[in-house]
């Protein structure tokens, strides 16, 4: 088996995952990862020969704009106080914590070095975390804590692993230059985020195409992503800024189409891709048990000081943080994402799995030092990250849908219902109001507008009919079954209009250009109801 092979058996295992996992009550991430591990174990597939400085740009600009499709801007603004207090501060400590540890057990290891490994396993991973609470039914409060946790921390964990490698191999650090260096990172990310945000904006408006603009949004967090880091900034920042602001700003709620076309090839990519890197996650022990080869015992207790010191700092940390930020919370009049209760901390704590991020960074460790010394510990810094990442990852995500069943958190049911409710209020009187307006500069019939106004009333109503009363509940029912007759019936027709024309694109003379335009109008006219 080659490396092209073995990116196909990735693809395939990513999209067969998905349905196991749900029969199976387990979180996708977690089964490819073991579907990895598997593979690396069979003789006959081969080592990841992947180029460590080419998986962060390849994997996570797709896997974090897609992440930030399902938040928003106001979310995040509403949220920066807690995605500070509980995401970003922790990454600190855990890396501090790390590599006090790390430099105490771990022989040979430069204090440099040990604050390198404390960096790449302090932050959480977005796409593990996301995609194992979001399939959970978990408070949405909840998941968008973990959402801004996982999009944010990896900012400050990567600039810190950068300015601890360069402390490392250059045997030199100054902590005015590592700030420096940390400020303006965040400040290029920010603007070529900005900048790559209004450029795609102003060029998707011209684009006009569904299909040019969905491409679009594919190229443009890979450009963010590395035109950032030429210029010295973060280029995860650079991807969430650019992610945020089309998100914001390039939303067109007359594009019916292009909105369900962008949305499913999203959820495409974020499937794949997702798949692929937890694949390699597991792939990735060929290199790593050659490391341990005759110190089995000696790596594995110093890894489990160290993923001790890993999942016992964040508990420790958000324990007080959540206590203080819901304080704090309390003195606002502000509407905050933050954990309500004591067991939604439990969650939010073993929520905090590691994935592809503390991948790369492990495998991007240099080799030697700027002298031509060996890098200090570089074996046993891998092994270390393996073992955070495999302990957290599977032990925590196969154990977390347990964990919640028995804290019993579940999602606001009752709050995501009464929001549904009031949204179906305003569209329904903003569907009048236009009706109104129309009806104020056209002459139309007054069974029409009848008719119309009902119309303009079942628009809210089919979103929430918790918004009607009783009696015009029962009216609506009757209405909605009559409605679904008649598109059951629609839908049968339009089906054998399918049917026919598609029979005609194996005639002879057809012209399959053609039959595919016919197609594509029924298809259309499908979709819209009939």
Known sequence: MDQLALLFVLLIGAVVMVPLADRLGLPSPVLMTLAGIVLALLPFVPNVDVPPEFILPLLLPPLLYASVQRTSWRQFTANVRPIFLLAVALVFVTTAAVAVVANAVVPGISVAAAVALGALVAPPDPV??????????????????????????DVTAIVLYHVAIAAAVSGSFSIPGAFGEFVLSAVV??????????????????????TLQIGLTLLVPFVSYVL????????VLAVLTSALFLAEYAMDADDVLGRLAGHTFWEVVDTLVTGVAFGLIGLELHHVVGVAAGRWGEMLSISAAVVGVVVGVRLLWLLPAAWLAKKLHSRRDIDEDIPLSWRETVIMWWSGMRGVASVALALAIPLTMDDGSPFPARDEILFIAFAVIMATL??????????????????????????????????AKAAKLRLLEIEQGEELPDDLVEQLKRRAYDVGARISPDMLDEERREAHAQRVERIRTVQRIQSEMLSAARHEVLAARSEPGADPEVVDRVLRHLDVRSLRGG
């Open 394 to 427: 599977v032990v925590q995500g196969l154990t977390l849908p347990w964990l919640v069943r028995l804290l019993g958190v579940q999602s606001d049911t009752d709050a995501e219902r009464e929001f549904a409710r009031r949204l179906a209020v305003r569209a």
């Open 228 to 235: 950032a880091e030429e210029f010295k900034g973060s280029g």
């Open 189 to 210: 990310a920010v603007a070529v985020g900005l900048a790559l945000g209004w450029a795609a904006k102003r060029l998707m408006d011209l684009l006009g195409d569904a």
């Open 128 to 153: 593990a975390a996301t995609a194992v609470a979001g399939s959970l039914g978990l408070p949405r409060r909840l998941v968008s804590i973990l959402e801004g946790e996982g999009l944010f921390n």
